[in-house]
């Protein structure tokens, strides 16, 4: 069992790790920087969701990132339009996230591979679709403008927090959720589908469940999102926010969670600091792909731990 | 290196290199420069305007040396890339991180509206000279978000409207994009238009991007209509005309545009498929004014190309701009003063070569001219006016209370008179 | 809600026909080499541009085709032989690092030709419009028709009556059994992928054309490559013609009909097909 404790003592460092350094950032950083810090904390999130199918289940996601902007849209609409309370928004808008998660996860169960991804992306098309005709409950293109936080997590400072928090807790439910019996036969689905069928194991009902579960978490990073945007439109909704989430996972190393903060970390920082040079953001995109894919396919933690491997 | 020391090294980089731009906050003092963040999409759908809205501003700032009232500018560029979340971090980057004096610019409303909410908690100034969402200068205004050389969606039309009646047109169809802007111009068009007794036949709706047009071209071809009146713009706008054109309608039915229709970022790629179009804005490039010969020739000997709305609009705004910095001697700090000073100015010497004021909501009022485009001497394409339409205001000749108790155009809410 | 006539059917027909010249070569490099190239749509746009440049150049609409598809087959040749040969036999890798190629082609796109709108020069011979059965229809737009049912028919017989369409469709069926014959497998890939990228860049020029030629043009027609594929199976060239007449006409019928749901009628078919036959109508496990 020496593997398994070393695996828990490896988790526990990643929070520790996850605490220290984003809890003490707000002491060293600007406003600006605190705000770069937040967004890093919800994709990392919203990575994370993708990281439990892409990394445990085997399936590739291009649909999460329309999952996480339905839950941003409910959260808006339900405070600024109809004008109730932004807890009972985000409320909303996770359990909305979760129930559409659970319509893609019907119609996705059945497929894998490539299929998967395309089938996932499809969906999510629809989703911006459906944002941007449906002028009337979305505001079309323009989007809808939020109504600001409510007080108690009003301040920039009390808002990271409070993301810092919510976070961390998800990332410890998802961290329960893919070490469970439950995600153990994930792992067993991914590796052979076949096999894990002919010992009996629903391999549809099980692919069902992971999805929903990982919209959930995906629903739970967009509330955050409509908190710290205070806007949305269906750019928000759109595929190339899918793929950087899929980016920021494998970037971090797929199957590893903790990954996902360093993707989310080092995607969003490039892309502030290049773009604060060069017009020529989607070709650094396009090339850290293209690297990532040829050089270091299981992402900067994936690379390391097996270096380390090797190493021992 | 171990694991731990790794991580460790990574977390402390992860750090440094966030606090590395780190700032404090420092007293203004008229010695600095004034800092001016400009939002564009360089990249994306709209990339090609982006381009000319820093063209245009930046012009107009080597033209003066790059100084205001004494003060060295300092012009920060920033890509939104055409999306309104991608806007907002490039804002809050401008204001909190580069602690600009105040924001100007982004193209699509979108952009805009997703700034302006922004801007709205933290009173920054900001200045729009193509966001034209209507309610930003009706209805929901924000005293920091100025229209500086802009103009309302639905103030451009009206008078395209009243001179297609003065043509004797009485049916007319719609195409345009399906969003808040073409919504918005098509509404001013169809309530002008139907009060003075026209009617408005069909209204068609594109998605942004329509990638063929000949479905859309097929239903009017099919309606008996006098003439067509369509908002598109960008490659939209380009491939309406060109497959309006292929089909057979050009020369068949008259086509009137919306003001960015024929634009020269449109048409400067364009051939005879523009030829004879009618629309109508503030600016038209082929004006014998001599101040707009004097800024078109300039600009096409910069840029090799003619200004298009959006190279114009921030030229002018920023020297609008320019005039009131002047006017305060360079002391901008106090935001309020600004801003006041800002909406009571005037902007003369422009390439408009008339001046120009706001009303009384911030939104400027213009002459308008209706514009044909035809071939000039050197054989390009360019918008000639055929009449003006004198002090246009975005509330036409309603009165602006009453105008206001109506509520915003959208998709279902025309304005149009049964 | 409009109806629809000849005219509308010939609108569906044409873009039809240049969809399926674009997503034959999509679908015969799905089918063959499983890879979901995602940088197609980059590559058609790409195409696009050069076509354009050539005919303006030239004033040669037949150089700039050919230009086209030569150049955008040699871009076939540096992505296949440059970058994907690292990473193949791992599906999503390749995949995405066609995803990563699409951005850097867009990019440099966007560098070269600024992000205006161009349209690409056509003969005299096709411009205007011409007059039959009581309508009036553009030349350009039938001659588009024509082309697409010409490669329709040109890729049947090269799939169908030479060695190298043998060895393509035994590979589609079953690649390692092609190896396991002593044939170069490599080779038959290369020259598919090369074949499929210049059927993109053939498909720019003709397209550009008549849809013009823009920054996002080619997720456009990336999308609709994917729905015809999808809709259609991989690597069945009845099916990419199957699936190019449901999308064309369903786009047409969709604008015409439906305006609210001009999304849906592409995305909900394709979904719909994908959850419950996700090989496609055409497509063989």
Known sequence: ?312 | MDRRQFLKTTGLTVAASAAGTFAAPQILRAAEPIRIGLMAPLSGVVAAGGREIVEGFNMYWEERGKKAAGRAVEVIVEDDAGNPDTALQKARRLVEQAKVDFLFGNLLANTGLAVASYVKGNGVPYFIPVIAADDLTQRNRIKNVIRVAGYTASQMPRPLADWALKQGYKRIATISQDYTFGHEQCAGFAQVFTEGGGQIVAQLWNPLNTADFSPYIGQLGDLKIDAVFAMELGADASRFMKQYSDFGLKGRIPLLGAQNFTDQSVIRTLGEECDGIISSAHFAEGSDNPETQKFVKAYSAKYGKMPSLYGFSHYSGAMWVDQVIEQLKGDISNRDVFIDAVLKSQLTNSPLGRPVRFDDYGNPIYDVYIRKVVKNKDGKYWNVPIETYPAVSQFWTYKPEDYLKNPPFSRDNQGIKK | MASLNLVQILNGLTLAALLFIVASGFTLIFGLLRIVNLAHGALYLFGGYIGYSVTLGTGNFVLGLVASMLFVAFLGLIIDQGLLRFVRGFVLREVLLTLGVAFVLNDIALVIWGGDTFSVQIPAMLRGAVRFAGIYYPTYRLFVLGLGILVFIALWLLLNRTRLGALIRAGVDDAEMVEAMGINIRRVFLATSMLGASLAGLGGTIGGAFLTLYPTADSEILVFSLAIVIIGGSGSLVGAAVGALLVGMLNTIGQVMFPELAYFVIFGPMAAILAFRPLGLFGRA
């Open chain 1, 1 to 312: 069992m020496s593997s398994t404790v070393s695996a828990i003592q490896r988790s526990a460092l990643g929070f520790v790790l996850v605490l220290v350094i984003f809890g003490t950032l707000p002491l060293v950083v600007s406003s600006y920087q605190m705000s770069i810090a937040n967004e890093i904390l919800i994709f990392a999130l919203l990575a994370m969701s993708i990281d439990v199918l892409a990394g445990y289940a085997g399936r590739t996601s291009l649909g999460h990132g329309a999952l996480f902007g339905i839950s941003t849209y409910v959260v808006i609409y339900w405070t600024s339009v109809y004008g109730g309370s932004a807890w009972v928004g985000c409320l909303l808008g996770v359990v909305v996230a979760t129930l559409v998660a659970a319509i893609f996860a019907a119609f996705a169960v059945r497929v894998s591979g490539v299929y998967f991804l395309l089938l996932t992306l499809a969906l999510g098309m629809i989703v911006w679709g459906v944002c941007l005709r449906w002028t009337s409950i979305t505001g079309g293109e323009n989007g809808i403008r939020g109504v600001g936080r409510p007080d108690l997590i009003a301040s920039p400072t009390a808002f990271y927090y409070a993301t810092l928090a919510v976070v961390l807790l998800m990332t410890f439910l998802i961290w329960r959720f893919v070490r469970s019996p439950f995600g153990l036969t994930l792992r067993g689905i991914r590796d052979s589908e076949s096999r894990m069928r002919s010992l009996g194991y629903g391999t549809s009902a099980h692919m069902f469940v992971a999805f929903t579960v990982t919209g959930f978490f995906a629903g739970v990073a967009g509330a955050l999102y409509a908190l710290f945007n205070n806007f949305v439109s269906p750019s928000t909704v759109q595929l190339s926010q899918s793929v950087e989430g899929l980016l920021m996972a494998i970037i971090g190393g797929i199957g590893t969670l903790f990954g996902s903060f360093i993707g989310a970390a080092a995607i969003i920082m490039l892309e502030n600091f290049v773009s604060a040079y060069t017009a020529r953001w989607q070709m650094v995109l396009g090339v850290m792909f293209i690297v990532t894919m040829i050089f270091a396919p299981q992402g900067i933690l994936g690379t390391l731990r097996m270096l380390l491997i090797r190493k021992r």
